[in-house]
């Protein structure tokens, strides 16, 4: 079965500094990995995909991550992090063809 | 996140009631989902529906009940639900996912309570 785990419950940062939100994934197969990130009392919403091709995904409002096959990990960054980018982030996996596996999320806090 | 829509944003029932969640998605997709996401636990799937079909239950208990009358629109059929039920119930839709890996795109969620 594929899974994914995020080893921090909770990332502190400053804002203007980079940040980085890691995910390591288990596969058998090809890796599909998502990250989607979670605003209070919203649903997720989609930030970007690792499918195939470059391992440094662009996505969403600044934020890009890099996949790593001999590490196999998908750590989600960004440059310089705005007090906004405080959320809830999950990194998925697919499993199958219909379904994605979540991690259990990590907390990003952005203090000014 | 307008994209999918659901309704209600908040419900609080008995543990006899009945109550039905809505979810409707206006981006052209054919595949739909049901998610539970309790505090400090993965989110959970419960349903996936591909062109209308069920196509995945993961042994979700039978006071669950899903319907797809079209692929635009999701039901979740609520009764005799357990106060362990409590938690935010999200709806996605994507693509069909069979024939490329590919988002899905959530909506807001429904917070429920069971009392």
């Known amino acids: 079965a594929q899974s994914v785990a995020q080893p921090e419950d909770q990332v502190n940062v400053a804002e203007g500094n980079p940040l980085t939100v890691k995910c390591t994934y288990s596969?058998?197969?090809?890796?599909?990995l998502f990250w989607y990130v979670q605003y209070p009392n919203r649903g997720l919403q989609f930030l970007l995909k690792?499918?195939?091709?470059?391992?440094l995904v662009k996505g969403s409002y600044g934020f890009e991550a890099e996949f790593n096959k001999s590490q196999t990990s998908f750590h989600l960054k960004k440059p310089s992090a705005l007090v906004s980018d405080s959320a809830l982030y999950f990194c998925?996996?697919?499993?199958?063809?219909?379904?994605?596996?979540f991690g259990t999320g990590t907390r990003l806090q952005v203090f000014p | 996140e307008t994209g999918v829509t659901q309704t209600p944003r908040h419900l609080v029932m008995g543990m006899t009631n009945k109550k039905s969640l809505k979810c409707e998605q206006h981006l052209g997709h054919n595949a739909m989902y049901w998610y539970k996401q309790s505090a400090k636990k993965p989110l959970e799937l419960m349903f996936v529906y591909s062109l209308e079909e069920r196509v995945e239950n993961n042994s979700v208990p039978s006071r669950f009940s899903p319907e797809c009358p079209n692929s635009s629109h999701l039901f979740l059929h609520l009764h005799t639900l357990q106060p362990e039920d409590s938690a935010l119930y999200l709806c996605a839709s994507s693509h069909d996912a069979r024939l490329a890996p590919t988002e899905q795109y959530f909506g807001p969620g429904t917070r429920l309570t069971v009392t």
């Open positions: 596969v058998s197969g090809n890796p599909y």
């Open positions: 690792y499918i195939t091709g470059d391992n």
């Open positions: 998925a996996v697919r499993e199958g063809t219909d379904k994605l596996i």
